[in-house]
C-alpha cells in the first residue's frame, strides 16, 4: 500500500507544471502528443482531468478585483503584451521562454486578481 501511495505521488508531480486553477481548485493537464501554430502562435494540446481537450499558447485571460486599479498591478510584472478587453478583464501575452501554467499560477497567487488562468482554445463541435 505504501510503494502504491509513492508511485501515485511521483506520477502526479511528472505533471505538477501542467495544472492552473479553477473556480479555487487545481485542475491538472495531461501533455498530449499534439501540436500545430496558429497565426504564427504554437499551440500545445491537454487533456483535463475531466477528460475535456483543450489547446494551451501563450496567452494568459485575467481578472483583476473590481476596486483595483489593475494597470498598476500588472505593471509589477513583465509581459509582451497587455490587450484589456474590459476595464477588470485583460488577455496577457507572455514570452515564449516562460511556461504560461507557471506564470499564471504565480498572477492567481496575487492578491489584487481574481483569476488567471490559459486563454484556452475548444475545438468548435458541429450539432
Same mark, same amino acid.
Given at each position: ?6 508511485l501515485?505521488l ?7 507544471? /501542467? ?5 479555487? /481548485?487545481?485542475?491538472?493537464l ?23 481537450k483543450?489547446?494551451?499558447? /501563450?496567452?494568459?485571460?485575467l481578472?483583476?478585483?473590481n476596486?483595483? *486599479? ?8 513583465s %509581459?509582451? /503584451? &497587455?490587450?484589456?478587453l474590459?476595464?477588470? &478583464?485583460y488577455? &496577457?501575452? &507572455?514570452?515564449?521562454?516562460e511556461?504560461? %501554467?507557471?506564470?499564471?499560477k504565480?498572477?492567481?497567487? *496575487?492578491?489584487?486578481?481574481? %483569476?488567471a ?9 458541429r450539432r
Amino acid at each position: 500500500m505504501k510503494k502504491l501511495s509513492l508511485l501515485i505521488l511521483f506520477c502526479l508531480s511528472l505533471f505538477a507544471n /501542467n495544472s492552473f486553477y479553477q473556480n479555487g /481548485n487545481l485542475v491538472t493537464l495531461t501533455p498530449l502528443k499534439e501540436a500545430r501554430d496558429i497565426n504564427n502562435n504554437s499551440v500545445k494540446y491537454y487533456q483535463t482531468q475531466y477528460g475535456q481537450k483543450v489547446g494551451v499558447t /501563450n496567452q494568459i485571460l485575467l481578472k483583476c478585483n473590481n476596486d483595483v *486599479d489593475c494597470t498598476k498591478t500588472l505593471n509589477k510584472y513583465s %509581459f509582451q /503584451n &497587455i490587450t484589456k478587453l474590459t476595464t477588470t &478583464i485583460y488577455l &496577457i501575452t &507572455i514570452f515564449n521562454s516562460e511556461d504560461v %501554467f507557471e506564470v499564471s499560477k504565480k498572477l492567481y497567487e *496575487d492578491e489584487n486578481i481574481q %483569476f488567471a488562468h490559459p486563454n484556452f482554445l475548444k475545438e468548435k463541435k458541429r450539432r
